[in-house]
């Protein structure tokens, strides 16, 4: 399997620069993995909110675990591993805090501005964000694959699209990689989900461990080891030029059976409904908070300072280093609410609630006034 497209283009940079011995896709990994977009999966949540279990699925472990498998595939398939590993391993660098939760309540609160789809929002951060507006000069053949990723839709076969495309006007999630490696990541997000969030959901008793069919168990397998590994080795040998990336007739009935038993059993199961509600108060408070103090402050530094709140003065210093971007890229600041609470980790979501709701400066006040009683 050989990506059409010339290699000079796939390998092309907005800003050119000199490559070194890593090779053009192993250093966009290095980039990746060394930016703060990066850093803060590990405090997002993937399915299941559990911050203080250690071995509940995060962001930074799924996005790992797509990488590894698609490397995986592509080492089988004969395709470049390390384009399909730093596709992987940026793909999700868009994705909101709380999960796709987080995802559908923050493309509620920014539907004015065209709503929010994480798979364009991370070849956002990628290409501006990243940096303080610098991004991270990521090559297309990696961009490409980011917006492309989307692991919402079941394909049995995944074609890819070999012509150059202006990856800036995609606005949807119907984008087809431009490369083979592009349409392997897109089936290894299915991959590396199914298994793990079903193992998750027995770990935390959302399901108990004999809720999965026999006919998947039969097809797939029954924990989330042997599902890899049997869907891994049946896209190697069912992959083809003709028909694309994909799964076997059979394998591909029993995964979707297993997305609509996880559907069903597990994504709208009454826990994670109840952390829907929860989630969106607070995601609604701190977008409205976020509009009304720049609404009110706009550049004023001093003004966020008189907050009196750590949220307002991060906010505010996000707020000054950024305007160049925006005023320069985006000509408005429509989107800066949005893609500031769209960064927050999980933990810094909740901090920036207490401060808004109870800032430090007052508690800090409060043990003043009691020390000197």
Not at 93 to 115: A, C
Not at 139 to 163: M, N
Not at 195 to 201: C, L, M, P, Q, V
Request: aromatic fraction near 10%; charge should be negative.
């Amino acid at each position: 399997m050989n990506n059409v497209i010339d290699s000079s283009i796939l390998k092309q940079r907005v800003h050119p620069k000199k490559e070194d011995a890593r090779g053009a896709y192993f250093r966009d990994t290095t980039a990746i993995i060394h930016s703060y977009p990066f850093r803060r999966l590990k405090h997002k949540t993937q399915v299941f909110f559990a911050p203080s279990n250690d071995h509940i699925c995060t962001r930074i472990e799924h996005v790992m675990h797509v990488a590894s498998i698609a490397a995986s595939i592509s080492k089988g398939l004969g395709l470049d591993d390390e384009l399909a590993w730093a596709i992987g391993m940026g793909h999700d660098l868009g994705h909101t805090p709380f999960g796709h939760v987080g995802e559908t309540i923050l493309n509620t609160l920014n539907r004015q501005n065209g709503g929010f789809i994480h798979e364009v929002y991370s070849l956002r951060v990628v290409d501006y964000l990243a940096e303080y507006g610098k991004g991270l000069n990521l090559t297309y053949a990696v961009r490409d694959g980011i917006i492309s990723h989307c692991g919402e839709k079941f394909e049995q076969y995944i074609l890819p699209d070999q012509r150059p495309k202006n990856l800036e006007a995609v606005s949807g999630r119907d984008s087809t990689p431009s490369t083979w490696e592009g349409a392997v990541v897109r089936i290894a997000d299915k991959i590396a989900y199914l298994g793990r969030d079903y193992e998750d959901a027995v770990k935390l008793r959302v399901i108990t461990n004999d809720s999965l069919p026999e006919s998947i168990k039969r097809v797939l397998g029954s924990t989330n080891g042997e599902i890899i590994n049997n869907l891994v080795h049946d896209v190697i040998v069912s992959s083809g030029e003709s028909r694309g990336i994909g799964f076997s007739d059979d394998i591909f009935e029993g995964v979707c059976k297993m997305k609509e038993h996880n559907y069903e059993r597990i994504y709208k199961s009454p826990l994670l409904s109840e952390y829907h509600t929860y989630f969106e108060r607070i995601m609604r408070i701190i977008y409205e908070y976020l509009e009304m103090i720049f609404s009110r402050n706009g550049f004023n530094i001093i003004a966020y300072k008189k907050e009196k709140n750590l949220l307002a003065v991060r906010f505010g210093d996000y707020v000054i280093k950024m305007r160049d971007f925006y005023e320069r890229i985006d000509g408005n600041f429509r989107q800066i609410v949005s893609d500031y609470v769209a960064g927050m980790s999980d933990n810094y979501a909740l901090d920036s609630i207490n401060e808004i709701l109870q800032p430090r400066y007052m508690e800090n006040q409060f043990n003043r006034f009691e020390m000197e009683r």
